[in-house]
């Protein structure tokens, strides 16, 4: 918990990398958190305080990095072969959370 509090202290207006793609895929984040964080407070407070727990609300989609432009903007419904693949974003999501020390655990929650 410790580095998550330096991590929010050195970029205390961090932005999951996705923001810079598109505002919709940004805002989406944002209000799973809140709404995440709103759940948290009525089911058990202390997960509405818990950094660690918050990064993760926070990142939720962070493993949709790893899965192409032509899937992710597709203005049509995707096919089998496409949904196979963005199916893959919550176990990239999880690799790449647990491959940062100052997140390890919370891909496991």
């Not at 818990?50 to 493993?63: K, P, T």
């Amino acid at each position: 918990m410790r580095s998550a509090r330096r991590t929010r202290r050195r970029w205390p207006r961090w932005r999951p990398p996705w923001n810079c793609a598109t505002n919709e895929t940004g805002g989406h984040a944002y209000r799973v958190t809140e709404i995440a964080l709103s759940l948290a407070r009525v089911v058990d407070a202390e997960l509405a305080v818990d950094a660690e727990a918050r990064f993760g609300y926070l990142l939720h989609d962070i493993g949709k990095i790893g899965i192409p432009d032509r899937i992710l903007r597709k203005p049509a419904a995707l096919t089998g072969d496409e949904r196979r693949i963005m199916e893959t974003h919550a176990e990239l999501g999880e690799y790449l959370i647990s491959s940062l020390r100052h997140l390890q655990g919370v891909a496991a929650r």
